[in-house]
């Protein structure tokens, strides 16, 4: 996926043009080599200069949703730094129904640029001939991806019938071995922690190492793939993990145990309780050969065994889980780990399990903070969670809402020590009390706190001189990540996991430095500034009244950049975006007499134990000598700065908090004022 710019200027008399080249997973497809060659060629002969190239590789044309080459070319047609759009042949524009098709083909048109295509003329032609043609061509390549599908799935379903692995990362604890049709192993394929492959001679020995997304070549038609027992290391993993269920352990507890041994998940992370639900539900384990558990075919789901059910188009690409009559099983196809009775133990202990806590966790609402809450301790955000006492017969039920830490949620103690449970209706509207307070203070209605909003970024700023640089030291971050977690040997696990975190922190401040600046080069709207203002504000009244859906959360996350839980000392503060207040602050912040501000607290799980119950001690800090942030850089300005919102970084105020059993309120030991401003860079978990 990659747009460049052509720099050389375009000759006289030549029209400039962007060529779109793609390439799917299918590897008879013309290479984007060859087509870059054709449209080169047939762009001279007919009087076009390529200017620019869009690139979408190993992606497929059914959908623009997942093309953001293709995303890129269509908004920057706008400009008007090119008239024309050359294509090798239409279905490398798109293999969407003609209706998606048509609609981008509309939006060029209107923005002045003409759709080409090097081997079929019509696609350019105006009238009834034109568009006939491109709609019965469309249809055609459309159908075609359609019935590539249906046959696709229905070999899926011969493989499986067959007792073959149809061809998917192996449960973890198995390797896929290719058989030759004279019976022979031709080489098997194990997948490493984090997604690395390594091919396998007969022997079992190493003979070449595949990266992740590098394509392995595909056996022959005549060859057949099956599932054979990994290494026994991992063997013992799953066996350990169905006798702990057995024991009366839950998914979290054992993802915690297998955290604190160093044992790295299949995709060479922690381990999470959804990994070890997943694992323990697979049949796989006890010798079953069990296909279509879940889908997210883009066309065709079985139905019966048969592959004719045709998806709606709201569902294409989602996954979604499949009732288990429409299971395909195969028994004693796999090698079995735990006998079947063990298994079926297994499900018993989960069920109960799932019994006594009303359901098995799936989400079925959201919170209204689950967006900004982060936890301080381990980087992971906050869940909601609902909590039912008094189940004992003869006593009232009350079910009461709490927020607590997704990282000791899903994987244990082992990522997170300190449990926390903070009342989800007393921090909620805590929150909303405060908010309501600062954005109306001092105004004398909503109009006039609009306006407020409106001048705090009526300036304007120039883009990041620094944004090459930036963009080069993700790509570098990027690097050093997979540098680190590639063939790690799960014993030095612990010993990385700091740098992780510490690159990855980085990595997000840049990435925020990025899309500021981003926007600052754009500048901005005042009109459609004041349509979000309007809206934002207006619907604050509607989050007092109660509401509470999706639209509820991106309100208040317009006016919250986080909320940060310590759960070690029960504190913790809110990080406001500065943009919505007067420029003196907030009011209800001069509670103690002074002016003055501390620097951004560290992550505290950078910090050591012994450092971490008391907050560090504030650094008085000079006008000329603002403090740091997270990364090290100089934050934005002092308490009460103004910033410019949606032009550079947006400068936040901090108001610091406790919590108990009775409620939530303001941190009075907090030192001076209870708000900063600093750029955002919150620690993220591994």
């Not at 244990?412 to 203070?441: F, I, N, Q, T």
């Not at 001092?442 to 009526?458: H, P, Y």
Request: aromatic share 6%; hydrophobic share 35%; net charge positive.
């Amino acid at each position: 996926m990659i747009d460049a710019a052509i720099n050389s200027p375009t000759a006289i008399g030549l029209k400039p043009a962007a060529m779109y080249v793609r390439r799917s997973t299918d590897r008879q497809e013309q290479s984007l080599g060859d087509q870059r060659k054709e449209i080169i060629r047939w762009a001279e002969e007919n009087g076009f200069e390529v200017v620019r190239e869009f690139v979408d590789d190993a992606l497929s044309g059914t959908t623009a949703k997942r093309r953001p080459g293709f995303q890129r070319m269509i908004k920057e047609a706008e400009k008007g730094e090119f008239v024309a759009v050359i294509v090798w042949n239409s279905d490398r524009f798109s293999r969407g129904d003609v209706t998606e098709t048509e609609h981008f083909r509309y939006l060029l048109r209107e923005a002045g640029v003409t759709v080409h295509s090097v081997t079929e003329e019509y696609v350019a032609k105006d009238g009834i001939d034109g568009d006939v043609l491109r709609a019965v061509k469309q249809f055609q390549n459309r159908q075609f991806s359609v019935s590539l599908s249906q046959n696709t799935l229905r070999g899926q379903v011969s493989s499986v019938l067959k007792s073959n692995d149809p061809g998917r990362m192996p449960p973890f604890g198995y390797d896929r071995q290719i058989i030759a049709p004279d019976g022979t192993v031709q080489y098997t394929v194990r997948f490493r922690p984090g997604g690395d492959r390594e091919m396998r001679d007969r022997d079992g020995n190493v003979v070449t190492i595949f990266a992740k997304g590098q394509s392995l070549q595909k056996p022959g038609k005549e060859c057949n793939a099956r599932l054979v027992l990994s290494d026994e290391s991992r063997v013992a993993v799953i066996r350990d993990i169905y006798r702990w269920c057995v024991e009366g352990l839950g998914f979290k507890q054992i993802a915690d145990r297998l955290n604190r041994q160093g044992i790295m998940s299949p995709r060479g992370r922690l381990w999470q309780h959804t990994t070890i639900r997943e694992l323990v539900k697979n049949p796989a384990y006890y010798g079953a050969l069990t296909w279509n558990r879940r889908t997210m075919g883009k066309f065709y789901e079985l139905r019966g065994g048969r592959a004719d059910k045709l998806k709606p188009t709201a569902r294409s690409g989602t996954v979604e889980h499949v009732v288990r009559a429409e299971w395909i099983t195969i028994p004693n196809a796999v090698p079995a780990i735990v006998d079947e009775v063990t298994w079926n133990k297994a499900q018993a202990a989960a069920l109960v399990r799932a019994e006594r806590s009303d359901g098995t966790g799936k989400q079925v609402s959201r919170w209204l903070l689950s967006s900004v809450l982060k936890c301080g301790c381990c980087g992971s955000a906050y869940w909601g969670l609902n909590k039912t006492k008094g189940k004992k017969a003869g006593n009232k039920v009350i079910t009461k809402g709490y927020y607590v830490c997704a990282g000791r949620c899903r994987c244990g103690k082992s990522v997170c020590p300190w449990p926390a449970h903070l009342g989800a209706a007393d921090l909620e509207a805590w929150v909303l009390g405060e908010l309501r307070e600062m954005v109306m203070r001092d105004t004398k209605g909503m109009d006039d706190a609009i306006e407020r909003f409106i001048e705090s970024v009526r300036g304007t700023q120039q883009g990041d001189d620094d944004l090459p640089r930036h963009r080069m030291e993700i790509q570098q971050i990027e690097r050093q990540v997979n540098a680190l977690v590639s063939g790690v040997d799960p014993e030095n696990v612990a010993l990385i996991n700091g740098k992780l975190t510490s690159l990855r922190q980085r990595k997000e401040f840049l990435q925020q430095q990025v899309r500021m600046a981003e926007a600052s080069s754009e500048g901005f709207d005042e009109k459609a500034l004041r349509r979000f203002a309007t809206e934002r504000i207006g619907l604050l009244h509607e989050l007092m009244a109660g509401r509470r859906d999706e639209k509820a959360r991106q309100v208040l996350a317009s006016f919250v950049d986080e909320i940060v839980i310590e759960p070690e000392t029960k504190t913790g503060y809110m990080a406001i975006n500065a943009g919505f207040f007067a420029d003196g602050g907030p009011g209800g912040i001069d509670d103690q007499a002074g002016v003055g501000s501390e620097p951004a607290p560290a992550p505290a799980h950078a910090r050591t134990s012994a450092n971490r119950a008391k907050p560090p001690a504030p650094t008085p800090q000079k006008p000329n000598n603002p403090p740091l942030g997270r990364d090290g850089s100089q934050v934005a300005g002092i308490a009460g700065a103004r910033s410019d919102l949606c032009l550079r970084p947006p400068g936040r105020r901090l108001r610091r908090f406790r919590w108990s059993s009775t409620g939530v309120e303001i941190d009075r030991g907090a030192r001076g004022r209870q708000f900063e401003t600093h750029h955002r860079s919150a620690p993220t978990p591994i």
